[in-house]
């Protein structure tokens, strides 16, 4: 979700350390360009501004060889267009030195999203050989710029005199002189260098860690030969794991994790060893490849916070953000521990009586969770969840239910683009258009879990709206419904919400009216950007919507009344658990990346163990949402130091949801309200003040916690 090429670095490989959209070199660059150009100019599509509507990717023309090729160019042409600008003999202005950078590296930027998106979705050993090869390569080019002393020289000059400038222009130098001071550009030579190993080495690291993880999908399955072991799944989703044992040369029933510790089929196996194996295995899966890595990457974090004045890599993270510093992260995590804890301890009484219940001695274990809650859940709604699904088939869900509340809210309306090509097979193309029928960009949909695509859920970007350039956004969604064997896609009640939050990082991008790149849509502060997307999760459960979409895939028939009251009240059921499993992977994030130069860690276990203790959260039968293992958003996912972002954000996406909810709910009024002081104005404003613009006052926490069931 990042937007031009400099933002790119900036928030990428500077201030979120390495991902791997950030990074180059200009070494052993000049020659090889020369020779790439002569031989491939012509054939390479990626050399080229794609002749599509709004600059949508040739996914139909690009080849994995294409990539490499293109990468040496558009870094040797970004070094030149920088040292254009560094060499300007005339006094340094803003349009001659930022707009010329917000101007600069359009080649690398076309490149780099497009490779780095693809590699998200379509993974191959090839790919990940790349990705590891270019991520030094990359880190190494974005210090060449932002270790620049002459260029930060021309930058420091124009921010001193930014007064003289519009309130947007200087936004944008104030967005500029950050990064560079972020980057290191005030450090001595002898410290500049240092900071370049220190980007290398992180920058290989969190590529290593990301491949690791995206191994363990592959290498780290459950196999069972014996379907009677299956019992409690019904013969469609029984018939789905035997072809993905067929699809990938197995015998058997194969079932693959999710990227979280929980895992959905946990919630429906009868057989207890059955499911503790699954348990196992997601919690302990890739610690063997990903542990030596999170101490190196922990340690080198923190010296580079010490080498730029910081106590931790958290205080680093956190300060230009808008929690500021990580004193205030970790009072909103602990001030809402303790009430989750307790709301936990509540459910696992319930869930521990319903064992009893049942028969069974055993003490409550994380693989018995899921299960038996749903057993509760059951008692305490008279809810089947197999009852549900059938009212919620993907297609009805996308075009009745979530295009349907978006037009009702913003106007636009979403047309397929079947001419429009795409990664795979699977993807859907669409157009938006405005109520004026102006058209807004293109948005694509990739539905469906499948190997060599990440885990979770995500928006991103091809193209970043921009005035400067005369842009428009193409932007998508990635989900991972898991794709049935035959028949229609039935979804749970969580992937409609799943599916619904990623367009609210849609809309986020498409609504975009910012003129430059860098402070553009989804460009915003990590602990801002998840609040368009936490407010669109709630037009799921709008009556209006829910009374258009939710309908049964054969009759048509709406989803009974109470059926649907059963399925709202029982939505804040298990409210203790996600609370307490979410909490408790955010103060481990914290902790890991708030340890000093001088600390010393050497079981990630331990580390572990005490974090959560430390905070009064190691609750055994609800760990943590991801363990550190596999705990992409901290080590490979740009948000290190930044998972409590969702938690901060959903302060405002509550409140904001209340505020729309008592002022005419789903209305355009609303819809508009919304897009022009929030979702239009990205980066360009301070976004507290969007914020106040949009509700007229800042925040409360009341509304979370009647949204997450934790008070009455």
């Not at 039935?490 to 609210?504: A, I, K, P, S």
């Not at 130091?641 to 901060?648: F, M, Q, S, T």
């Amino acid at each position: 979700m990042r937007k031009s090429i400099i933002t790119t670095a900036v928030l990428a490989g500077l201030a979120l350390s390495g991902c791997s959209e950030a990074p180059t070199t200009q070494q052993q660059q000049p020659a090889q360009t020369a020779e790439v150009s002569k031989a491939n100019t012509s054939s390479n599509v990626l050399l080229h501004k794609s002749p599509l509507q709004d600059q949508a990717p040739e996914f139909d023309k690009i080849t994995f060889a294409d990539y490499a090729p293109a990468f040496s160019q558009g870094i040797s042409e970004h070094d030149a267009d920088i040292a254009k600008i560094v060499s300007n003999k005339e006094a340094a202005t803003f349009d001659n030195t930022i707009v010329a950078m917000e101007k600069a590296g359009t080649l690398l930027s076309r490149v780099s999203k497009t490779f780095f998106n693809i590699a998200s979705v379509n993974s191959t050993d090839e790919v990940q050989a790349l990705q590891a090869k270019l991520a030094p390569q990359l880190s190494d080019h974005w210090d060449n710029i932002f270790l620049n002393a002459d260029l930060f020289a021309r930058v420091e000059t124009i921010y001193q005199a930014r007064e003289s400038l519009n309130a947007a222009d200087q936004r944008l130098v104030e967005f500029y002189y950050q990064a560079f001071v972020r980057a290191g550009a005030k450090l001595s030579d002898t410290d500049k260098q240092k900071m370049r190993e220190l980007n290398g080495q992180l920058a290989s690291l969190t590529t290593e860690f990301s491949n690791n993880v995206l191994g363990s999908f592959k290498n780290e399955v459950i196999i069972v030969e014996d379907k009677a072991q299956l019992d409690g799944l019904s013969d469609a989703e029984i018939a789905t794991l035997a072809q993905a044992a067929k699809d990938a040369g197995k015998t058997g029933y194969l079932i693959t994790l999710v990227n979280t510790t929980r895992q959905p089929l946990l919630s429906q196996l009868n057989n207890r060893e059955l499911r503790k194996r699954i348990w196992e295995t997601s919690a302990n899966r890739a610690v063997e490849a990903n542990g030596p890595n999170i101490i190196k990457q922990s340690h080198l974090h923190a010296e580079k916070a010490a080498l730029l004045g910081f106590d931790s890599w958290a205080a680093y993270t956190v300060a230009n953000q808008m929690a500021k510093k990580p004193s205030a992260v970790y009072e909103i995590l602990d001030d809402l521990a303790p009430k989750a804890v307790a709301k936990a301890k509540q459910e696992a009484a319930d869930i521990q009586a319903e064992i009893t219940k049942s028969g069974e001695t055993f003490k409550l274990e994380p693989w018995d969770w899921a299960y038996y809650a749903e057993k509760v859940r059951k008692e305490k709604y008279d809810l089947d969840q197999s009852l549900v699904t059938p009212y919620f088939e993907f297609n009805r869900v996308l075009n009745d239910g979530m295009f349907f509340a978006m037009n009702k809210l913003y106007g636009i309306t979403v047309k397929p683009r079947k001419d429009l090509p795409v990664w795979n097979p699977d993807v859907l193309a669409f157009e938006v258009f405005n109520k004026d029928d102006t058209s807004v960009g293109i948005f694509y949909l990739d539905p469906y879990a499948r190997e060599g695509k990440n885990g979770g859920a995500w928006m991103d970007e091809f193209v970043t709206q921009s005035g400067l350039l005369g842009t428009k956004p193409v932007v998508y969604n990635a989900l991972n419904i898991p794709k049935p064997a035959t028949g229609p896609t039935l979804m749970t009640f969580d992937e409609v919400t799943t599916m619904f939050h990623e367009f609210g990082h849609a809309v986020h991008g498409l609504f975009s009216d910012v003129k430059y790149p860098s402070l553009a849509g989804t460009a915003t502060a990590r602990d801002f950007v998840e609040f368009p997307s936490q407010v669109n999760e709630d037009w799921a459960i709008d009556p209006l919507v829910l009374e258009h979409y939710a309908k049964h895939y054969q009759t048509g028939e709406p989803i009974p009344a109470e059926l649907l009251s059963k399925v709202l009240a029982a939505s804040k059921f298990g409210q203790g658990f996600d609370t307490t499993e979410y909490l408790a992977a955010a103060l481990l994030d914290m902790e890991w990346h708030s340890i000093g130069v001088d600390t010393k860690v050497e079981d990630i276990e331990k580390f572990e163990h005490q974090a959560l203790a430390k905070h009064g959260i190691d609750f055994t039968p609800v760990p943590p949402r991801y363990k550190s293992a596999y705990f992409s958003h901290a080590f490979a996912g740009g948000y290190s130091a930044g998972y409590y972002a969702y938690l901060w954000t959903e302060v405002f996406a509550a409140d904001a949801f209340d505020f729309m909810r008592h002022h005419g709910g789903l209305s355009l009024s609303n819809g508009n309200n919304f897009r022009n002081n929030v979702l239009s104005k990205g980066n360009s404003e301070d976004l507290m003040q969007d914020y106040i613009n949009f509700t007229g006052k800042k925040p409360s926490v009341d509304a979370l916690l009647r949204r997450r069931g934790l008070v009455d």
